[in-house]
């Protein structure tokens, strides 16, 4: 499979691993797109989730925030008045209200996947990870992400295209 070691392999480039991965015979068969439909989602991460908070916190009555709260249970009615009214959100409600922000991401398919292929080198597990989106009318556009030693790493590797969601697997189900 590779005349690199586990660790040479980690150590290239992102680009250099990418070519890497082009000229092995499982990402050359005709099924190989098909196959990351089937693998393990690692990461997710939410592009622009806090540009989105923060302006739902800053422009609060154009985005109907008190609303969100409100229609997801998190607030009463008089208190979405008075949010609606003065803008005053505490630490809760803030905590909600991204909780809100990202289940709607998940909901739309406006969360970026990192789906993982592990390989065995050397004795060793890697990850060869794509990220990208999934929609069930246009299905996965990924793009190659790296390769890595644990899940850990791909999601300091999400971190750069977006909020990486914490324990994204409690309780959500994922188109995959």
């Known amino acids: 499979m590779s005349s690199y070691t586990k660790d040479q392999l980690l150590a290239l480039s992102q680009e250099n691993q990418k070519t890497w991965v082009e000229k092995q015979d499982w990402f ?6 098909q196959s990351l439909y089937a693998a393990e989602i690692t990461a997710l991460a939410v ?27 998190h607030i009463t009615e008089e208190r ?10 505490n ?23 990192a789906r993982s292929l592990s390989f065995n080198l050397d004795g060793k597990e890697v990850l060869v990870t794509f ?12 793009q190659f992400l790296g390769i890595f030693e644990s899940k850990n790493q791909i999601e300091e590797a999400m971190s750069d ?9 409690e309780g959500v189900i994922l188109n995959g």
């Open 28 to 33: 050359q068969k005709e099924d190989f797109e």
């Open 47 to 73: 592009p622009d989730l806090e540009e989105d908070f923060r302006d739902c916190l800053t422009d609060y009555q154009e985005y109907g925030t008190a609303g969100i709260l409100l229609e997801n249970g």
């Open 80 to 89: 979405a008045d008075h949010l609606e009214e003065h803008g005053d959100f």
């Open 91 to 113: 630490e809760e409600e803030k905590a909600q209200l991204k909780q809100c922000l990202i289940d709607r991401a998940i909901e739309n398919g406006d969360v970026n996947e």
């Open 131 to 142: 990220y990208g989106t999934y929609h069930p009318q246009g299905g996965l556009n990924v």
């Open 161 to 169: 295209v977006g909020v990486v969601i914490e324990n994204f697997m």
